[in-house]
């Protein structure tokens, strides 16, 4: 058959199928004998090696790629089609801080194409404590009790749209407050999607918890047995890799350690008398999608083969075995600085979490990073994914990236690496155990300081960041409203609901106990005090904090802005241009691209043809930095005495080289004056920074 399809191929193209072997020589005399290997073989963070070519072979004896949609391990997803025919939900996080202002989001969200909304409470109110909102920037929905909740949903259709809630460490203060809300239990019934608890992620990302997690567990397995009498089909139990993955995870701990905490809440629960096959339809998976198009794709797809396996294990039937996964875009990947381009990168991720199968996805608002998100920034977001679904028509096709040689390969190989990892967390004793031994803080620390690493040697490019920098951007003209009034208007007003006396709760009928009390206006503080929270004794961990890769380069523009309202001028520097235009200009490009992206204007000298006036105009510049651009040829011919003449006249000048020295010129060069080179290879942050301080803009 294959000789048949190479042969009927030939025909139509008119020239031979050339083999891989012919391909690799074809490559390598095109790189004029340069090894293929060394300059077209990549490593991932991950540790997965990317080829430049893959082939039909590559994928011949992958597992489960001959499998249709649908069937287990469910690589190529869960079902042929969701249930309601969206390829996916779009969802949207709401931003507004009020009950009412949110309520308003909310509804204008839906009425323009949303399929549902995430709800991310105030920080505070999350732990227990009374919310807090002093600050303009930070984000999270206000609510403290039923009164808020049903502002928070007046007039909103669920039997049409989905709810996204995110409980925090403990399920039941949360979801008893929503059920409260509501007229009757049957109303909850007709609602669809999540309101759950991930408590191993809330400990992660906090350091500490304030609940037990034995506490947390016995609500969580309360609540599904509820649930499963009530017959709600709210799923209560989160387990979501966006502390691992903000915090600069690979794809390949990201997927171990959300299977991890994922068997924690199934042993546990099984403990509790919930089945794993009970359980597991109540779990909502969460994963961000990052910058890696395609390594994103092959993460959600193996993170569904992997946790179909393991409730294989756990001897769930096929035909129940599921895995419900909503995407998020990456917060790690947006920047403050060229703010427009987070639009782009935000694209690409949705499309990669369209493609790798999520059932729901959000997309972040461009400004996120740097200020509370405004309609327009909302809209932009929102509409990306409707112009995804409904332009692009991403998703028509089921598991687009099934059949591709290289996403297939692609996901075997994250799905053995992260299998391997899971298989050592659980020999430590599970995620709790490691998590306490601090093992997978640590692993993504690792990861974090490599990928920091790549950003500043500009090998993991920030458009507008860490390479072409705009210094004439103009701040982002489109303002968030101050909120400030309403919000003290808000705490002012529900003063009264946040100081009531502790309850005593049934434990043999927690659920129903702890929404009666809602009902009677119990708030979220008070749920909690009820509970215990107060009385946690659950061990302190190191953190996994929110890092963006884009922040060490903020900083020293930030560092420059200061400097100019300081002194009334920029950072700035001299390129003395050696010889005509055409022997300088590709090193004075990349020289002034390098400045710029640590705030630095360049100015450049016309071009010098001698090496006295090179001195001349050097030496007689109130520049401070200089840097010498030109061939390897000026170099030799003119660096030395153009270094030894400026250091002569002002010894207290920074003089820089553009280009990459052996260690001999570099000696030699030094031995005269030059403070050091700039060049490709170059730490372009540790470079700026030196600079930095060397100007006296250093933040004090």
Known sequence: MKDELQSVLADICNFPVPSEEEWYQAAE?????????????????????????????????????????????????????PDD?????????????????????????????????????????????????????????????????????????????????????????????????????EELT????????????????????????????????????????????????????????????????????????????LRELQQRGVSPEESAPFFQFSFPAGASFFMEIAKFRAARALWSNIQAAFDIEEEKRTMHVHGTTSQRTKAKYDPYVNMLRSTTEAFAAAAGGADSIEVAPFDEAFQ???????????NTQIILQEEAHIGRTIDAGGGSFYIEQLSDELAQKAWSLFQEIEAEGGLVTSLEKGTPQAQVEEKKKDRERDVQKQKRVFVGVNKYADLDEKPISVLPEDDSQEVSNYLQKRENSLSRAQRNYDEDNIVESTIQAAEEGASIQDIAAGLGWAASEEKQIPNIPLWREAEVFEELRDKANTYKEEKGKSLSALLVTLGPLASHKA?????????????????????????????????????????????DQSYEEQAADIVEGVKKQTPDKTILLAGNL???????????????TIHRHSNVYETLSWLHRVKGAESK
Not at 119 to 129: D, E, T
Request: a negative charge; proline letters at 5%; aromatic letters at 6%.
């Open 587 to 631: 090193r004075t490009d990349f020289a002034s691209g390098f400045l710029q992206t640590g705030g630095f204007e360049t100015v450049q000298t016309e071009d010098l043809l001698d090496t006295e006036t090179a001195v001349e105009k050097a030496a007689s510049t109130e520049e401070s930095i200089l840097v010498l651009c030109g061939t």
């Open 85 to 185: 025919k969206k390829a996916w939900h779009i969802t949207q996080a709401v931003t507004e801080r009020t009950p009412e202002a949110a309520n308003k989001e909310i509804n204008t969200g839906l009425k323009k194409g949303q399929h549902g909304v995430t709800i991310r409470l105030n920080a505070p109110v999350l732990q227990g404590k009374k919310p807090a909102s002093d600050n303009i920037s930070e984000s999270g929905v206000l609510v403290v009790d039923v009164e808020d909740v049903k502002t928070l949903f007046n007039k909103v259709d669920w039997e049409n749209h989905t709810l996204h809630m995110e409980a925090g460490p403990d399920i039941l203060p949360i979801f008893s407050i929503l059920a409260g809300s509501l007229q009757s239990r």
């Open 662 to 676: 052996s260690d001999e010129e570099n000696q030699q060069l030094s031995e005269r004056g030059l403070d050091g």
């Open 372 to 382: 509370r998100p405004t309609d327009f920034s909302k809209r932009i977001a929102r």
């Open 29 to 81: 005399k095109s790189l004029k004998g340069k090894s293929v290997e060394k300059l077209l073989y990549t490593t991932t963070p991950e540790g997965i090696t990317l080829k430049p070519l893959y082939v039909e072979k590559d994928r011949e004896e992958l597992p489960y790629t001959d499998n249709i949609p649908g069937q287990a391990p469910h690589l190529r997803g869960v079902g042929v089609l």
């Open 190 to 265: 007709k609602i669809e999607g999540s309101v759950a608890a991930d408590p191993l992620g809330s400990w992660v990302k906090h350091g500490s918890l304030p609940v037990s997690l034995t506490k947390s567990f016995d609500n969580m397995a309360a609540v599904i047995k509820w649930s499963q009498q009530q017959q709600v089909n709210l799923r209560t139990v989160l387990v979501s890799s966006e502390p691992y993955h903000n915090g600069g995870a690979s794809a390949v701990e990201e997927i171990a350690y959300t299977l991890a905490a994922g068997v924690t809440y």
